[in-house]
């Protein structure tokens, strides 16, 4: 009787420790499940929207315009974008590249800023800057290529056809090449 009185107290310190370990582990795992989820809503997802210039007209110098076919495109782009919301708009120092996005800009409200192309260091800034943002960028045949090669960490992209004119890259970038994604559009 004694052996079975000491039983029953030893089976409910048994099922006390028992039942205080679980409320222990599922709150633990509550608090995990909550620093993860807070952790990955602080990840922040830039997505990099990447064009080649407009055509280009030909004026006989090595900095023309976009011709008024390019003037054309550099407007579809602005119907494209009406609905996104963009934080900055970069361009090489050409003409043909400002004047594509140039439109664009004066739709939003915002300034076409200068960058150096195939320069690492540039959209590093980039990226830090408008982080969880949306960045436009008009570049050219060979450094559109390269920028979304370098921000998804694979070199897939080949420069562009010296006539094609078409292409429209979104990157989405969660880290630098590991965490992309990339859309490749014709407009």
């Known amino acids: 009787m004694i052996m079975t009185k000491i039983n029953m107290i030893m089976t409910k310190i048994t099922m006390r420790i028992i039942r205080i370990t679980m409320i222990r582990f599922a709150l633990f795992l509550a608090i995990a499940l909550a620093i993860s989820v807070q952790s990955f809503a602080q990840s922040q997802i830039t997505t ?6 407009a055509e280009r007209g030909e004026d006989g110098t090595k900095d023309p315009d976009i011709s008024e076919e390019g003037k054309k495109r550099a407007n579809r782009l602005v119907e494209m974008l009406s609905k996104t919301s963009i934080a900055a708009i970069y361009s090489t120092a050409y003409k043909r590249t400002r004047n594509t996005v140039a439109p ?4 939003k409200g915002l300034e076409v800023l200068p960058y150096e192309p195939l320069k690492g260091e540039a959209i590093d800034k980039m ?13 050219h045949s060979n450094t559109i290529p390269w920028t979304a090669n370098y921000l998804t ?6 420069d562009f056809a010296d006539n094609d004119y078409t292409n429209f890259l979104v990157v989405s970038v969660l880290k630098k090449g590991a965490s992309t994604n990339l859309t490749w559009l014709t407009y």
């Open 48 to 53: 990099f929207i990447l064009i080649r210039h």
């Open 104 to 107: 664009l800009a004066g739709a």
């Open 127 to 139: 990226l830090q800057v408008h982080a969880g943002q949306t960045v436009v960028i008009s570049g």
């Open 153 to 158: 960490g694979n070199n897939e992209l080949k």
